[in-house]
């Protein structure tokens, strides 16, 4: 059972037009079975967060192309690619960023 | 396979965990925090002097920017021109390096009108953007994009630039600025002042009405783009820049390239997406920012504080299939993602790339596409794109039209003009009429409108094939388009008395 985790959200770059405007959020997760990792939370986010448009945020698992993800302020491609960094080693507030490249 | 798949993937994971522990490979010590191309993964401090490195290289490497000279920064507020302008601060200030010696200027053109934002979203935007020019004590410009529609004729022609410069030109621009203090580009007061000036709501609606017209987003943008680097030249000109320096990053040239190619516009390839585009004459645009990707800027203007305004453009919020331009992108994006070496491959075949008739930059402008002002490449052999496209227009007009303009040329015709045109001598009145002075009656006026094709390059023909009606145009454009259809006319009634005109290939045809 991996406990709550409180997570700092931020989306710029326009991102944030698919979230009503709202750049950072503050969230926790709720616990669940298995450890949380980045395609949870992009579902999480798509069911809880977006306002609109999903199919311009998330492309099957993962972000659409485009956007960049940062965690804790580093490229997520350092991290053993895409959609499996596991949230929870990150400590408990972690931010992800979440910007389109353009 | 799936989960054999996963399980791996997870092991791993629990390994090294989101703390990240790759090292730069730069420098070999500090814990990497970006990856640009393909596996190379840079810490910040490393990452940062890349960036700044490249732009000066760039930059010196070019040598088109002479020292103490006057440059125009297009400062859209998206993330590539905001970097850009961070750049040139950088590279500015007493510390850098090697330092960068031109003097800079601020241009932002408020597009809201073209996109429909309300007076408000403009004002909001553009006090967002008046703090970030401010912060850089250069001067800046705020312009609405409604002022395109009182530019002069002169935007689209091309004044002629002043010579080649002979290659001493370069070293006797860096003695004479080393006399001068490199302090002279403070703010005239009065202009830092000067908000969005007012945007009469009739000019808003002429605006909305061109942009309207045009009836797919892929003609839309096409004209809005037409329309804003108009707007960006004339600024140019008329406050004494002689450089235009555009925030094009290579991702979007791969894009532009792609849709370049979409859009038949295979000719002017070289010039819109090379570093340096000399088809304004005196006025040379220049793309520092084209050896950066989207990426690598996204990270630069996180790490370091670049403040960005989000800019709502045409395509904003659409989906990827509202346009050629939009579906380019999505798949110049994804290509990036899934292959990051061949999106650089793509904008480096536009370095090789040059344009046949290229040479003929010493022609007049009349042979100049009315619209994009590159040379024009209608002229060209019987087996292109272009002709088979004319000839299919030409069997479906005979079927619609049948024999209504007897005396009609086989020229470039329009099908569609048709209906405006109809309209054009009675509605329109004055402007369009000019030509009556000239000896044709209302069945000449007919042709007038017909041929503005005949004064535009392959691509923009299909640009303003797409619009319901040319009347909309800014007036400069249709008066330009009148000028040169009237010397083309007048070149062709005294044609038979000219001893040579071998050279007039493109008025062959009409
Ligand atoms: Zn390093
Ligand atoms: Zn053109």
């Given at each position: 059972?991996?406990?709550?985790?409180?997570v700092?959200?931020e989306f710029g770059?326009?991102?944030e037009?698919?979230?009503n405007?709202?750049?950072?959020?503050h969230?926790?997760?709720?616990?669940?079975?298995?450890p949380?990792?980045?395609k949870q939370?992009l579902v999480?986010?798509?069911?809880?967060?977006?306002k609109?448009?999903?199919?311009?945020f998330?492309?099957g698992?993962?972000?659409?192309?485009g956007?960049l993800?940062?965690?804790?302020d580093a490229d997520?491609?350092l991290?053993?690619q895409?959609?499996?960094?596991?949230?929870?080693?990150a400590?408990l507030?972690c931010?992800?960023g979440l910007?389109?490249?353009? | 396979m799936?989960?054999v798949d996963?399980?791996?993937?997870?092991?791993?994971e629990?390994a090294?965990?989101p703390?990240?522990?790759?090292?730069?490979?730069?420098c070999?010590?500090?814990?990497a925090?970006v990856?640009?191309?393909a596996?190379?993964t840079?810490?910040?401090?490393?990452?940062?002097?890349?960036?700044?490195?490249k732009f000066r290289?760039?930059?010196?490497k070019?040598?088109?920017?002479?020292p103490?000279?006057k440059?125009?920064?297009?400062?859209?507020?998206g993330?590539s021109s905001?970097?850009?302008?961070?750049q040139?601060?950088?590279?500015?200030?007493?510390?850098a390096?090697?330092?960068?010696r031109?003097?800079?200027?601020?241009v932002?053109i408020?597009?809201g009108?073209?996109v429909?934002?309300?007076?408000?979203e403009r004002?909001?935007?553009?006090?967002?953007?008046q703090?970030v020019?401010?912060?850089t004590g250069?001067?800046f410009?705020?312009?609405p994009?409604e002022?395109?529609l009182?530019?002069?004729?002169s935007?689209?022609?091309t004044a002629?630039?002043?010579?080649?410069?002979?290659?001493?030109?370069?070293?006797?621009?860096?003695d004479?600025f080393?006399?001068?203090?490199s302090?002279?580009y403070?703010?005239?007061?009065?202009?830092?002042?000067?908000s969005?000036?007012?945007?009469q709501?009739?000019?808003?609606?002429?605006?909305?009405?061109l942009?309207g017209s045009?009836?797919?987003?892929?003609a839309r943008?096409?004209?809005?783009?037409?329309?804003?680097?108009?707007?960006?030249?004339?600024?140019?000109?008329?406050?004494?820049y002689s450089?235009?320096?555009l925030g094009?990053n290579?991702?979007r040239?791969?894009?532009k390239?792609?849709?370049?190619?979409?859009?038949g516009r295979?000719?002017q390839?070289?010039?819109?997406?090379?570093?340096?585009?000399?088809?304004?004459g005196n006025?040379?645009?220049?793309?520092?920012?084209r050896d950066y990707s989207?990426k690598?800027?996204?990270?630069?203007?996180h790490?370091?504080?670049?403040?960005?305004?989000?800019?709502?453009?045409l395509?904003?919020?659409?989906?990827?299939?509202?346009s050629?331009q939009?579906?380019?992108?999505?798949?110049?994006?994804?290509?990036?993602?899934?292959?990051?070496?061949?999106v650089?491959?793509?904008y480096?075949?536009?370095?090789?790339?040059q344009?046949?008739?290229?040479?003929?930059s010493?022609?007049?402008?009349?042979d100049?596409c009315?619209?994009?002002?590159?040379?024009?490449?209608?002229?060209?052999?019987?087996a292109?794109?272009?002709?088979?496209?004319?000839?299919?227009e030409?069997?479906?007009?005979?079927?619609?039209?049948?024999?209504?303009?007897p005396?009609?040329?086989?020229?470039?015709v329009?099908p569609?003009?048709?209906?405006?045109t109809?309209?054009?001598?009675?509605?329109?009145?004055?402007e369009?009429c000019?030509?009556?002075?000239?000896?044709g009656?209302c069945?000449?006026?007919?042709?007038?409108?017909t041929?503005?094709k005949?004064?535009?390059?392959?691509s923009?023909?299909l640009?303003?094939r797409d619009?319901?009606s040319?009347?909309h145009l800014?007036?400069?454009i249709l008066?330009?388009?009148q000028r040169?259809q009237?010397?083309?006319?007048?070149?062709d009634?005294?044609?038979?008395?000219?001893?040579d005109?071998?050279?007039?290939?493109?008025y062959?045809?009409v």
């Amino acid at each position: 059972m991996a406990a709550p985790i409180a997570v700092h959200l931020e989306f710029g770059g326009g991102a944030e037009l698919l979230f009503n405007g709202v750049k950072e959020h503050h969230v926790t997760l709720p616990s669940q079975s298995e450890p949380w990792d980045m395609k949870q939370l992009l579902v999480w986010i798509q069911r809880n967060l977006l306002k609109e448009r999903p199919e311009l945020f998330v492309q099957g698992d993962s972000v659409r192309p485009g956007i960049l993800v940062l965690i804790n302020d580093a490229d997520w491609e350092l991290m053993n690619q895409n959609a499996c960094a596991c949230l929870t080693a990150a400590g408990l507030d972690c931010s992800v960023g979440l910007k389109p490249a353009h | 396979m799936c989960q054999v798949d996963e399980e791996y993937q997870e092991e791993l994971e629990r390994a090294d965990g989101p703390s990240v522990s790759k090292k730069c490979v730069k420098c070999k010590e500090a814990s990497a925090a970006v990856v640009i191309r393909a596996g190379d993964t840079y810490c910040r401090s490393c990452f940062k002097e890349y960036f700044i490195h490249k732009f000066r290289a760039m930059l010196g490497k070019n040598r088109v920017i002479f020292p103490g000279e006057k440059v125009l920064l297009a400062v859209s507020g998206g993330p590539s021109s905001c970097s850009m302008l961070s750049q040139v601060q950088e590279g500015l200030s007493q510390k850098a390096h090697k330092k960068l010696r031109f003097s800079p200027g601020i241009v932002h053109i408020d597009e809201g009108g073209a996109v429909g934002q309300s007076a408000e979203e403009r004002q909001r935007k553009v006090s967002e953007l008046q703090a970030v020019f401010k912060a850089t004590g250069f001067p800046f410009l705020i312009l609405p994009l409604e002022q395109v529609l009182d530019l002069p004729s002169s935007v689209v022609e091309t004044a002629l630039s002043p010579l080649e410069p002979p290659p001493s030109a370069y070293k006797a621009a860096v003695d004479r600025f080393n006399q001068t203090s490199s302090s002279d580009y403070l703010p005239p007061q009065e202009r830092e002042e000067k908000s969005l000036p007012d945007v009469q709501k009739s000019h808003t609606q002429l605006l909305q009405q061109l942009m309207g017209s045009a009836k797919t987003l892929t003609a839309r943008e096409d004209l809005l783009n037409t329309l804003r680097q108009h707007l960006l030249v004339h600024t140019a000109r008329t406050e004494g820049y002689s450089k235009l320096m555009l925030g094009d990053n290579c991702t979007r040239l791969a894009i532009k390239l792609l849709t370049s190619i979409s859009l038949g516009r295979g000719a002017q390839l070289a010039q819109d997406t090379g570093f340096s585009d000399s088809r304004y004459g005196n006025i040379i645009s220049v793309r520092p920012m084209r050896d950066y990707s989207a990426k690598e800027i996204a990270f630069y203007n996180h790490m370091f504080n670049v403040p960005a305004v989000v800019v709502a453009s045409l395509d904003t919020k659409t989906s990827e299939k509202a346009s050629i331009q939009r579906l380019t992108e999505s798949f110049v994006t994804k290509l990036q993602t899934d292959f990051p070496s061949t999106v650089s491959t793509i904008y480096r075949t536009s370095e090789k790339l040059q344009t046949a008739c290229r040479s003929s930059s010493s022609a007049d402008h009349s042979d100049r596409c009315l619209l994009c002002v590159c040379t024009l490449d209608t002229a060209v052999e019987k087996a292109s794109a272009f002709q088979a496209t004319l000839i299919s227009e030409q069997l479906s007009q005979t079927k619609s039209l049948g024999c209504r303009n007897p005396g009609q040329s086989p020229g470039p015709v329009k099908p569609e003009s048709a209906a405006s045109t109809g309209q054009c001598c009675s509605s329109a009145g004055g402007e369009d009429c000019g030509r009556a002075t000239s000896g044709g009656g209302c069945c000449s006026l007919t042709t007038e409108t017909t041929d503005l094709k005949s004064l535009l390059c392959y691509s923009c023909q299909l640009t303003i094939r797409d619009m319901s009606s040319v009347d909309h145009l800014p007036l400069y454009i249709l008066s330009e388009a009148q000028r040169r259809q009237r010397r083309a006319q007048m070149r062709d009634e005294i044609s038979e008395f000219l001893l040579d005109d071998g050279d007039e290939g493109i008025y062959r045809e009409v």
